[in-house]
């Protein structure tokens, strides 16, 4: 059986096709230094589960292989964090020693830093960022080779692209304000894999150990007489949502996979989708979300769970989500931190913070189409280019905000966040409460018209002056001495301490 854990690949031109082979007892594990293209995998389970998410990193390395191994949160934020290493070319030192107690033991990173890619291969493009035009994806449904159901059918894959309300190019149309659409996005299938069930999938509905390698590398395979991957010499298909008629293991799974189809050598923005998964167009959203290279957003109560926030569907993707009868829960937008990454917010849209002082802005609603006034605010944190707040405003209105926490329809809000780049999830809602609750649907998180946020040891305050015809009026201050002069009345604020350092 092949495994997850190791992929043998070869170099066509300048790049690599991933084929997966044994790992190999333990002795055989690699040690010491590595190079290759560094690619990140979300896994994320069935949101009825209440489990938690996981992250697989994949290696490319300069032995022509590639193999999965763990990256400890304080090397990636050290190193910058997952945004910046995500599909680059990396140098790893590998910890020494093999794994204590099983085959299933990860090689570990011990040192990771981006370093130049070899020659011919520069002009590999990242995945995030400056994300726009169209963006067509195909869904390949595959079938395993002893179970013959076939959950939905071609149509149900093929209208999920529609432009109608509720439907996957029309929401990334709103999401991204025009800046993308899926438009030329198709299906095929249902295709039928040369294996069983276990053979790609040990341990149906849990753990972490389904082949992914094995499952692309067949499934688009088997698709490859009927779909021509290359969609008509154009470059190829921006990503490939590959679902499967029966669950993996935990999870769903988005990010990217190194591959040549069709002549094109790239990597494939991919979602690996079970059918809880498509039959919840949010999750889609969420696994596409991580293709474009997002990850996750979460709350503010330090936990590991980042499902905690339902103010973006990088987070709590079918919490308060609008409900369609033929694809359940709708994708939510995503919050101005992971718009403004993949470049959908204009700078003119955007307020920045850049010295002491007062500053009155007007905050439009995430959702509206257009915006005369300022789509959101970032205030930096210590001075710090990469930790910093931001602010944006959101209404309960619309295909996807419709059915967001607050006092039902219509109601606007206020939502902070504080973005740490080196975090896993760097966007964390911010909460009043002491402690912040479990799940970010409270009124701590919910900041109103007369309420002040204030981070006094940062000298910033946040204060929601009032409703105007379509947002709010919002006043931002940094530094100290305006902040707590004359007039200032304590009992207007909430504070609040950074978990920046």
Request: proline share 7%.
């Amino acid at each position: 059986m092949m495994e997850k854990h190791e992929a043998m690949i070869r170099f066509p031109m300048l790049f690599a096709v991933l084929l997966l082979v044994s790992l190999g007892s333990m002795e055989a594990q690699p040690v010491g230094l590595q190079y290759g293209w560094l690619s990140v995998v979300w896994g994320d389970p069935d949101p009825a589960t209440g489990e938690s998410s996981t992250i697989s990193f994949l290696l490319a390395d300069s032995d022509l292989r590639v193999m999965e191994l763990t990256i400890g949160e304080e090397l990636l934020a050290a190193a910058g964090g997952l945004l910046a290493l995500d599909n680059r070319y990396v140098e790893i030192t590998l910890a020494p020693g093999p794994p204590e107690s099983s085959l299933d033991t990860l090689p570990a990173a011990a040192s990771i830093r981006p370093v130049a890619p070899p020659p011919g291969t520069e002009d590999l493009p990242r995945l995030l960022g400056g994300v726009s035009g169209s963006k067509p994806w195909i869904s390949v449904m595959c079938k395993f080779s002893d179970i013959a159901a076939e959950p939905e059918d071609l149509a149900y894959f093929l209208d999920m692209y529609d432009n109608a309300a509720g439907r996957l190019d029309h929401y990334w149309r709103e999401v991204s304000y025009d800046e993308i659409d899926v438009l030329g996005s198709s299906a095929d299938g249902w295709f039928n894999l040369p294996n069983p069930h276990v053979t790609y999938v040990p341990t149906p509905g849990s753990g972490t150990d389904a082949d992914l390698g094995a499952l692309f590398n067949d499934c688009t395979a088997a698709a490859d007489p009927f779909v021509d991957f290359s969609n008509e010499d154009t470059g190829g298909y921006e990503g490939i949502n590959l679902m499967f008629n029966e669950v993996l293991d935990c999870c769903a799974w988005g990010g990217s996979f190194f591959a040549t189809l069709d002549g094109v050598t790239k990597s494939w923005r991919t979602t690996w989708n079970p059918p809880w998964a498509f039959h919840q167009e949010a999750v889609i959203a969420h696994e596409m979300g991580h293709g474009f290279g997002l990850p996750h957003a979460n709350n503010s109560d330090g936990d590991s769970d980042p499902y905690d926030s339902p103010w973006d569907v990088m987070s709590s993707a079918t919490g308060y989500a609008v409900d369609d009868p033929v694809y359940g829960n709708l994708g939510k937008h995503v919050t101005t931190y992971h718009k403004d990454v993949l470049g959908w917010v204009d700078p003119a849209e955007r307020f920045e913070v850049t010295e002491n002082g007062v500053f009155a802005i007007t905050l439009d609603p995430l959702g509206s189409a257009t915006t005369s006034t300022y789509r959101m605010a970032k205030i930096p944190i210590g001075g710090s280019g990469s930790n910093y707040y931001t602010v944006e405003a959101r209404e309960a209105a619309g295909a996807y905000e419709a059915d967001i926490p607050g006092e039902g329809p219509g109601d606007r809000v206020v939502i902070l966040h504080e973005v740490v780049t080196g975090r896993s999830e760097p966007a964390w809602a911010l909460d009043a409460d002491a402690p912040p609750a479990d799940y970010a649907d409270t009124e701590g998180v919910m900041w109103r018209p007369g309420e002040t946020f204030v981070d006094a040891a940062n000298e910033i305050s946040v204060r929601v002056v009032g409703l105007t015809a379509t947002g709010f009026d919002v006043e931002i201050t940094l530094g100290s001495s305006l902040i707590f002069g004359d007039g200032f009345e304590s009992g207007d604020t909430t504070a609040w301490s950074s978990t920046v350092p």
